[in-house]
């Protein structure tokens, strides 16, 4: 696209409405709270509905580690630049207060009055102390004083005792204990520790919070005072990491010692269980130095991201059914005894897998095995963004390296909270002699790709692997991804080129299969959302679908605008953060967004075009997010293989069927869940078709 083209597209868009975006925070706790509907949904089973509860906390926390902490810097830094959805970022910020306010307080009344109970019912118990049982306390003394009391710390606070640091995310006692000699109140705080389960298991379905424990055996902590009263609360504090890579010599020792500030961040919400005495909470209010309008007094027990200790009960008959990923079928067709032979079934074609319907133990982890150990392989080349703790990617990898192939591995130290282990991983990796490098100054690679390259006799071969998911054994089993096994010619050079830039000092910007952020994905997504408009006025078959996590970017938004003012029909998967408003009449009339949320959570990045019949299809990393297409090495490959782009089809087309379940957004950008049909009948679940499509035998039909 030209200057001249590129001003021409912002012309178009000046004349677009000003309130057609969707604010991007607001947005998000939409997506948040589709997760708690999920927990309050009575058909689920138990254990399912309290794992959407933790899922639920945990994603709150980190959206208010990043993006409420980036909105205070916003705020405290007087930057008074409007979101794109046309609100400053006080307003955002009070927006995001609110909301979230009324979403914390309906998650902690589904588990006090819902969840709770019904896990009793099924004999699962979370008791508070006061529920205990005399020889239950017993047992819990005993446990106090044996694993919890030497590790506590309680911190006065007194003119000789200033008032201690709370770290992020820890949950604490607030205590008022009495000195009887002199009559005076004082104040303490006391950590609840982290190394010791959130719920104590009190026999095997029976459990009580560990700050009660500890809040019921206090005057050991406090012996000749009187404690007066105690009560939990709980911090949130800006745990973004930000590094300044061109002040840093080496990145990773810079980014270790911003790991070790985090902790340090100032404080962007309090919660407080409720009925804290007024008094105390001031006193937290004031030297935490938090408004009123962050405080958040909730029903106990706070963090509930600690009820996956529920959720790992051996209770399968409060649980989904168990799914067992089965061999891709295409690699079953060349499976061993032991396990498939991937590198033949790629020189026989592509393969596409379906994550975690396909196994990734049999066709991603046995592809870089299998390339480890053979000896033909002179070389891998492999992105990591995130891995399991105990890889088993990363043994491969350090084995090709100990076998004599040249092993390149791009790890991406700043993926956000994983930063510490890929830190770790990197260093064991250069340990091995593999070849480990960062990736660009500015830019974070996000990319899914391996590379292995093999010698064939009479010339050298390249086995390439694309996905939309990350290279973790363990999530690959519970998040939805594509990716695309194959020896392609074009796509080997693809990614040898884009390795060569990652590597060293390539200026190559220039692919045949892949668009490349932060080059090409924006501009090809764009040119091929303008071609689909030019085919639809000259009558020419025309259909845009797209599946993603999120879709914010503008100028992407903007062209989908434009063309369904065209009237080219579009459908938009979304699972989270969507910034257009559909069905909004001369703008938007011709777009659909759904969203699906289930037992896996939907993760692979889809985009089809209708090209006048000649369908083209893209899959991988890249969300229509500014940092995935500014600020990020991304990669979308094309899928030329005609059945697999009619197997993609077919699961753009069960998604956006109106027989199948979603939440469905409307031009308000509000989300109205559609699960039952006009007749009371459920709809079909998405995910849980695709499983019994997935354990048909090999050749029967859909």
Known sequence: MTDSESADVDRLSDALPRDRFIDRELSWLAFNQRVLELAEDP??????????????????????????????RRI??????????????????????????????????????????????????????????????????????????PVLTPLAVDPAHPFPYISGLSLSLAVIVRNPDTDSELFARVKVPEMLPRFIQV???????????????????????????NHTFRVTRNE?????????????????????????????????????????????????????????????????????????????????????????????EVETASAPDVLDAMRRGDVLLHHPYDS??????????????????????????????D???????????????????????????????NISWARKLERAGVHVVYGLVGLKTHCKLSMVVRDEGDSLKRYCHIGTGNYHPKTARLYEDLGLLTCDEEVGEDVANLFNRLSGYSMNTEYSRLLVAPHSVRLGLVERIEREVEHHLAGREARIR??????????????????????????????????????????????????????????????EFANAGEPEIFIGSAD?????????????????????????????????????????????????????ATNGAPLRDLQHYLITLRQRPIGSTR
């Not at 019912?121 to 005993?142: F, K, N, P, S």
């Not at 100032?266 to 004031?286: A, K, M, T």
């Not at 990617?393 to 100990?402: F, G, K, Q, S, T």
């Open 43 to 72: 058909e689920l089973p138990l254990l399912e509905r309290t794992k959407f509860l933790a899922i639920f906390a945990s994603n709150l926390d980190e959206f208010y580690m990043v993006r409420v902490a980036g909105l205070k």
């Open 240 to 332: 973004d990491v930000e590094v300044e890579e061109d002040d840093a010599e080496n990145l990773l020792k810079a980014l270790e010692r911003e790991l070790m500030q985090r902790r340090f961040g100032p404080p962007v919400r309090l919660e407080v269980e409720e009925g804290i005495d007024s008094h105390l909470l001031n006193l937290l209010v004031r030297e935490l130095k938090v408004s009123d309008s962050e405080v958040f007094e909730l029903a106990g027990p706070l963090d509930l991201t600690g009820l996956w200790t529920l959720v790992g009960l051996d209770r399968d008959d409060l649980k989904a059914p168990a799914f067992v990923p089965k061999t891709n079928r295409e690699l079953a």
């Open 203 to 229: 026999s095997p379905q029976r459990f009580v919070p560990l700050e009660d424990v500890i809040s019921a055996h206090l005057d050991r902590l406090f012996p000749g005072l009187d404690v007066r009263q």
């Open 76 to 149: 405290a830094t007087g930057i008074a630049v409007r979101a794109a959805s046309g609100l400053l970022p006080r307003e955002v910020h009070d927006a995001v207060l609110s909301a979230s306010r009324e979403l914390m307080q309906r998650q902690a009344n589904c588990f006090r009055d819902d969840i709770r109970p019904a896990l009793s019912e099924e004999g699962i118990e979370m008791v508070r102390w006061d529920g205990l049982t005399t020889d239950e306390r017993r047992e819990m003394a005993a446990f106090f004083d044996e694993r919890v009391f």
């Open 360 to 389: 990734f133990s049999t066709s991603v982890l046995r592809f870089l095995e299998q390339a480890a150990n053979d000896r033909k392989v002179l070389a891998i080349k492999q992105t990591l963004y995130r891995t399991s703790g």
């Open 391 to 421: 890889s088993p990617i990363v043994d491969a990898l350090i084995d090709a390296a100990h076998s004599g192939k040249q092993v390149l591995v791009l790890v991406e130290i700043k993926a956000r909270f994983d930063e510490e282990a």
């Open 546 to 607: 797209f599946k993603c996590n999120s879709i914010v970017d503008e100028k992407v938004i903007d062209a989908l605008y434009r063309a369904s003012q065209a009237g080219v029909p579009i459908d938009l998967l979304v699972r989270g953060i969507c910034a257009l408003r559909p069905g909004v009449p001369g703008l938007s009339e011709n777009i659909r967004v759904r969203s699906i949320l289930g037992q896996f959570l939907e993760h692979s990045r889809i985009y």
């Open 624 to 676: 229509m997010m500014h940092r995935n297409l500014d600020r990020r090495i991304e990669t979308l490959v094309s899928i030329t293989n005609a059945v697999h782009i009619a197997e993609i089809a077919y699961l753009l087309d069960l998604s956006f069927d109106p027989q199948t379940a979603s939440w469905q957004l409307d031009a308000n950008g509000d989300w109205h869940g559609v699960h039952t």
